[in-house]
Nanobody
C-alpha cells in the first residue's frame, strides 16, 4: 500500500510562488513515475505535470510551462512542484499521484496512476 501526503498549499497573491511537496511511503519510490493534477470547483481533475522515475524526463500542461517546475528527490521519497508567477486560474486542489504498474515513465492520464494523495488547496488571489 502506497501513501502519498501533500503539503505546501496556501493562499498567495497573483504573481507569487508556492512549492508543493508530496512524500511517498509503502513501496520503492524510485520505481514510480509521479504526477501532479489539480481540480478546481465544478471542473474535472486535470493533468499539471509529471516526472519519470529518475527525474530525467518531465511533462507539463501548456498553461504552466515556464512557470511550474517538477522535481524529485528519491533519497527523500519526495516529489516537488515549484509554482512561480501564479495566476488566479491556478486556484485548485492539487493532488500528487504515483504510477508503477505501467512502468516508471512520465504519464499524463488519470487512469495511468495507481495511488493518489488527499490533496492540498492552492488559492491565488487577484
Amino acid at each position: 500500500q502506497v501513501q502519498l501526503v501533500e503539503s505546501g498549499g496556501g493562499l498567495v497573491q497573483a504573481g507569487g510562488s508556492l512549492r508543493l511537496s508530496c512524500v511517498a511511503s509503502g513501496r520503492t519510490f524510485s520505481r514510480f513515475a509521479m504526477g501532479w493534477f489539480r481540480q478546481a470547483p465544478g471542473k474535472e481533475r486535470e493533468f499539471v505535470s509529471a516526472i519519470n522515475w529518475s527525474g530525467g524526463s518531465t511533462i507539463y500542461r501548456d498553461s504552466v510551462k515556464g512557470r511550474f517546475t517538477i522535481s524529485r528527490d528519491n533519497a527523500r521519497n519526495t516529489v516537488y512542484l515549484q509554482m512561480n508567477s501564479l495566476k488566479p486560474e491556478d486556484t485548485a486542489v492539487y493532488y500528487c499521484a504515483a504510477s508503477w504498474t505501467r512502468g516508471a515513465q512520465a504519464r499524463t492520464e488519470r487512469y495511468e496512476y495507481d495511488a493518489w494523495g488527499q490533496g492540498t488547496q492552492v488559492t491565488v488571489s487577484s
